[in-house]
């Protein structure tokens, strides 16, 4: 193998990260490196976070790709894992990142937990993007099924970074084959740059169960941003308070609060599960340890 980098295996609420030590490098993590990784039986991810040197005045920059090779410009579920890896060197409470949607503010909790603040939810049809103009995104015109009986439809759609579309159901969202749907809705063409795909269901004001087919990583067990654009399409919809508790398929649940300041705060917990080395370049990786320790 080449020149080799550090990495831990984590997750998020059952969303599963990569967090790969890129400081003091010049290259990058290829795509074909990001595919190879998530081939292998003891590795699958759905991010990898790549740590890489400041370019300004935040502490670190970030550089966020999906199992399939694609970049993705967020992932709060794996900016607190970032957060957690580099408080075992570094115990300070305040982080900041550099993303390609801009700076990401980041806080360790004394509980333990990590608080990211998501930024600014964006509400336009060509902040989204769409690839059409909806004067309302609060639901637009998209279904799957039959015409007059369709098994979901009208989709509230956001960006918290990168664009997702929430379907709202009245049942339970395992009735749902969201291993189906999610492919083809990740792909519609109204979605120029695909879209996060994630069937909300609306417990109580305070209480909203998800599902997510997360663009370019597919069936997800959490993703931080659906459930940020969830809670702010919920709100538009008078669905919810604006601050809830949202549970995602691993059982775990996440609080959102859609603050006064109009940013979106995810608080989390962040769990450790095996250290090794890879190649950067081809993917190829050795295990180091395993790792039993959690927080939050």
């Known amino acids: 193998m080449g020149n080799l980098a550090h990495f831990s295996k984590m997750n998020g609420l059952g969303n599963k990260i990569i967090v790969a030590d890129m400081r003091g490098r010049a290259d990058k993590i290829s ?5 190879r990784l998530n081939e292998e039986a003891a590795i699958p991810f759905d991010q990898i976070m790549e740590i890489r040197d400041p370019s300004g005045k935040e502490d670190y920059a970030l550089r966020i790709l999906n199992s399939d090779g694609s970049q993705a410009e967020a992932c709060g579920n794996g900016t607190r894992c970032v957060v957690a890896w580099l408080n075992r060197e570094d115990r300070k409470s305040n982080w900041i990142f ?18 990211v603040d998501m930024g600014v939810p964006r ?37 918290m970074g990168n664009p997702h579309a929430v379907f709202w159901v ?5 009735d749902y084959d969201l291993d189906r749907f999610g492919p083809m809705l990740e792909n519609h063409p109204v979605f120029p740059e695909r879209a996060n795909i994630t069937i909300a269901q609306v417990i109580s004001p305070t ?7 997360e663009r370019g990583a597919g069936l997800t067990l959490a993703c931080g941003s ?66 039993a320790s959690s927080n939050g």
């Open 98 to 115: 550099r993303t390609l949607p801009g700076l990401l503010h980041a806080t360790m909790n004394s509980d333990a937990t990590i608080t």
């Open 226 to 291: 659906a459930a940020c654009a969830t809670l702010v399409c919920a709100v538009r919809k008078e669905l919810c308070e604006r601050k809830v508790t949202i549970t995602v398929p691993a059982g775990g649940d996440l609080t959102l609060e859609w603050d006064k300041n109009n940013h979106v705060q995810m608080t989390g917990p962040t769990e450790f599960e095996f250290s090794g080395q890879f190649d950067p370049e081809t993917g190829d990786f050795s295990r180091e340890n395993g790792e």
């Open 170 to 174: 009245d049942k339970d969202v395992w």
């Open 31 to 35: 795509s074909a490196a990001a595919i």
């Open 123 to 159: 509400f336009g049809w060509e902040q989204i993007p769409l690839e059409e103009q909806f004067e309302d995104t609060t639901g637009i015109e998209l279904q799957i099924g039959p015409i007059d009986a369709p098994v979901l439809h009208t989709p509230s759609v956001a960006n």
């Open 207 to 213: 209480h909203i169960i998800i599902r997510t087919w």
